[in-house]
């Protein structure tokens, strides 16, 4: 059973930073691909970032050039450092892990999300 644990949300003002982590706890298990979503209030989540395993990332157009997101060496934690925010950035960032399963479809995990808000 894979868990993930996220800390580093707060309050920030435009123009800031903000740091997100996220620890993938559990045994025998390895991951494909980690990555951020949020959600903002009355919208749907979307995807932020993500990165796989060995090193690819994606974002989502709204935050290249402010956001980078990186995994640790055992691929059991990946960060988002959040640069120039913007008060559209606010919203609860979630983490994501896909875990490689027996199947041909892999296991989708969920951090509890962290709130992130940007004052302008």
């Known amino acids: 059973q894979v868990q993930l644990a996220e800390s580093g949300g707060g309050l920030a003002q435009a123009g800031g930073s903000l740091r997100l982590s996220c620890a993938a706890v559990g045994s025998g298990f390895s991951v494909n691909r980690m990555g951020w979503y949020r959600q903002a209030p009355g919208k749907q989540r979307e995807m932020v970032a993500t990165i796989t395993s060995d090193g690819r990332k994606t974002y989502v157009d709204s935050v290249k050039g402010r956001f980078t997101i990186s995994i640790d060496n055992a691929k059991t934690a990946t960060y988002l450092q959040m640069n120039s925010l913007k008060p559209e950035d606010t919203g609860v960032y979630y983490c994501?892990?896909?875990?490689?399963?027996?199947?041909?479809?892999?296991?989708?995990?969920w951090g509890q999300g962290t709130l992130v808000t940007v004052s302008s």
């Open positions: 994501n892990a896909q875990v490689p399963t027996t199947t041909f479809t892999p296991l989708q995990v």
